[in-house]
């Protein structure tokens, strides 16, 4: 074998080596994105089965933005956010934590919330009239809806940046 064949060798031989370790690194990378993802995604349907099983009426004083309006007193119910196992909140997120449940709320006044029916809000359906009276307005439904809207999304860092998932449900009261 002369010199140059075995220089040749060589290259192809780190060439090939340099492709294994990128595509090594490359699926390992995608298999953490995949976890995440199915952690997330998990959550997410978590949240909105425990949705379903809470008493209708009574969803938006347990999920929605205002503590104060919480079934059983202040701070009692879980609100608008979960916390969720595995996944690290965005560097950017505000509260540090990376689940939230998103209501068609409006601040209406410093520290009071409304569930509108006319908010601008595609990712909810909205505008829709939530309280069958085939009417959108802008009052408040927090106690006469029929139909509630809701998203469930989780932000959080992922290895590659900022990732997300979000779930939209339309929920309505369960007749037995």
């Known amino acids: 074998m002369t010199l140059i064949e075995m220089i040749v060798s060589m290259l192809v031989l780190g060439l090939s080596f340099a492709i ?3 595509t090594a690194v490359a699926v390992r990378r995608q298999s953490v994105s995949v976890q995440d ?18 008493p209708f009426d009574e969803l938006v004083r347990r999920y929605g933005v205002d503590p104060d309006d919480d079934p059983n007193g202040a701070g009692s119910a879980p609100g608008a956010t979960f916390a969720v196992d595995g ?22 006044q410093t520290g009071v919330f409304a569930l ?23 009052i408040d ?6 139909q509630l809207p809701v998203c469930v999304r989780v932000r959080w860092q992922g290895q590659s940046g900022p990732c997300s998932y979000q779930l939209d449900a339309l929920l309505v009261p369960y007749r037995k």
Do not use: K, M, W
């Open 87 to 108: 996944l690290h909140p965005a560097d950017d997120d505000p509260d540090g934590i990376v689940g939230e449940v998103v209501l068609p709320e409006l601040e209406v």
């Open 37 to 54: 993802l199915s952690i997330a995604s998990d959550a997410c349907q978590r949240v909105v089965e425990t949705l379903r099983s809470e």
């Open 116 to 138: 509108r029916e006319d908010l601008q809000r595609p990712e909810l359906g909205l505008p829709r009239d939530l309280n069958g009276d085939s009417i959108i307005d802008g």
């Open 20 to 22: 294994y370790v990128s």
């Open 141 to 146: 439904h927090a106690a006469d809806y029929l």
